[in-house]
């Protein structure tokens, strides 16, 4: 079985940076992709970024798209978010979730395994 633990969550200025860990242990961290989503209060879960088992496909929402990078060390069992230029309406609840599909899935249900979150707040 998988477990997923998010950190590096916290309170942060408009335009500044955080970078989101995520660290896996059980099962085998190669054989799954990484997606981050986020959740706001009022809204639903939406997706953020996907980074392929193999490490070497990523993807992201179009509203990230040049501010956020994903990446994964399967060497390490660990996954990142790395965001920049962070704005007001990034603020959420951010998820760190596991896919052993091959296919790239941008919609949380198709995701095996999650995280409990971390909260981002960016102030103005």
């Known amino acids: 079985q998988v477990e997923l633990v998010e950190s590096g969550g916290g309170l942060v200025q408009a335009g500044g940076s955080l970078t989101l860990s995520c660290a896996a242990s059980g099962g085998t961290f190669r054989n799954y992709a990484i997606g981050w989503f986020r959740q706001a209060p009022g809204k639903e879960r939406e997706f953020v970024a996907r980074?392929?088992?193999?490490?070497?496909?990523?993807r992201y929402a179009e509203t990230v798209k040049g501010r956020f990078t994903i990446s994964k060390d399967n060497t390490k069992n660990t996954a990142t978010l790395q965001m920049s230029s962070l704005k007001p309406e990034d603020t959420a609840v951010y998820y760190c979730?596991?896919?052993?599909?091959?296919?790239?899935?941008?919609?949380?249900?198709?995701?095996?395994?999650w995280g409990q979150g971390t909260q981002v707040t960016v102030s103005s």
């Open positions: 980074v392929s088992r193999g490490a070497g496909i990523t």
């Open positions: 979730a596991g896919d052993r599909s091959a296919v790239s899935h941008a919609d949380a249900a198709r995701y095996r395994y």
